[in-house]
T-cell receptor
Framework: EAGVAQSPRYKIIEKRQSVAFWCNPI?????LYWYQQILGQGPKLLIQ????????DSQLPKDRFSAERLKGVDSTLKIQPAKLEDSAVYLC???????????????FGPGTRLTVL | AQSVAQPEDQVNVAEGNPLTVKCTYS??????LFWYVQYPNRGLQFLLK??????LVKGSYGFEAEFNKSQTSFHLKKPSALVSDSALYFC????????????FGKGTTLSVSS
């Protein structure tokens, strides 16, 4: 079974530039998450999708971050304009389904390491 | 507020010795708890989870974790450590207030010496 795919793996940009990250979840996984992992910290949720609908984006800095999941499969995360503090690893994860008494684990992609200069 | 605490930044253990990586949690409602491992330049890999049932949960690579409701703890354990177990370990709890995202601890670096 193929895992969660992300691209690019690395990106270096100047502050105030824009950048986009792409994620392809595991086939059949309805739920998709974007996390931000700053060096020395655990991942923090940015946004959660169920199919192509947003479940939780309460921690997404909406003045500069946006995300979409067209057709309920692939997803893109965009930052415009980038700030120095956006330097982090951006992780995409997917899980089989959401809710109920049974909870499925999340599978993570390798991440995109963003450096903002 | 819901949270996870990993009190140790680093745990050092000799190969062949038992290891414990500590985790405590604070969550509203039933806790759904997870352990993940992260190797350099790689994503997080799932080790094990506690949803309900037995307090001792067995997972991948010989790891297990003990759920203790009274102490709100979910410590990761392994009877005999391997050098290849050296990595960054994250404890996480499901966010019961919004969606089903995970709330992670800051991580504990495990170093196993030969």
């Amino acid at each position: 079974e193929a895992g969660v795919a992300q691209s690019p793996r690395y990106k270096i940009i100047e502050k105030r530039q824009s950048v986009a990250f792409w994620c392809n979840p595991i086939s059949g996984h309805a739920t998709l998450y974007w996390y931000q992992q700053i060096l020395g910290q655990g991942p923090k949720l940015l946004i959660q999708f169920q199919n192509n609908g947003v479940v939780d984006d309460s921690q997404l800095p909406k003045d500069r971050f946006s995300a979409e999941r067209l057709k309920g499969v692939d997803s893109t995360l965009k930052i415009q304009p980038a700030k120095l503090e956006d330097s982090a690893v951006y992780l995409c994860a997917s899980s089989l389904r959401w809710g109920g008494s049974s909870y499925n684990e999340q599978f993570f992609g390798p991440g995109t390491r963003l450096t903002v200069l | 507020a819901q949270s996870v605490a990993q009190p140790e930044d680093q745990v050092n253990v000799a190969e062949g010795n038992p290891l414990t990586v500590k985790c405590t949690y604070s969550v509203s409602g039933n806790p759904y708890l997870f352990w993940y491992v992260q190797y350099p330049n790689r994503g997080l890999q799932f080790l094990l989870k506690y949803i309900t049932g037995d307090n001792l949960v067995k997972g991948s690579y010989g790891f297990e974790a003990e759920f203790n409701k009274s102490q709100t703890s979910f410590h990761l354990k392994k009877p005999s450590a391997l050098v290849s177990d050296s990595a960054l370990y994250f404890c996480a709890v499901r966010d019961n207030q919004a969606g089903t995202a995970l709330i992670f601890g800051k991580g504990t670096t495990l170093s196993v010496s030969s």
